[in-house]
């Protein structure tokens, strides 16, 4: 079963971010956003461990100063 997350990014430089967030697999979008926080992106994974990894790579991108990630679901 695929899982998703949203995860909201803090940085001082959100169009360098968010280009290197999506270079990385399992992102789906990454933008920049006015306001807090700087950026966003979704994730998405085969389970839990791989959207995990995903996150872990967004974390290791120079210059983001902190992120907050929130799993999703779908609700029919």
């Known amino acids: 079963m695929k899982v ?5 990014i803090t940085t001082n430089r959100p169009h360098k971010v968010v280009q290197a967030v999506r270079q990385i697999p399992g992102v789906l979008k990454a933008d920049a956003l006015f306001g807090t926080p700087d950026a966003i ?3 998405e994974g085969a ?3 791989a ?3 995903i996150i872990d790579r967004i974390v ?3 210059d983001i100063l902190g992120t907050d990630s929130k ?4 609700i029919e």
Do not use: C, T
């Open 4 to 8: 998703w997350a949203y995860i909201f």
């Open 41 to 43: 992106a979704i994730v």
């Open 47 to 49: 389970d839990l461990a």
């Open 51 to 53: 959207m995990d990894a």
């Open 60 to 62: 290791e991108i120079p």
């Open 71 to 74: 799993v999703a679901r779908w």
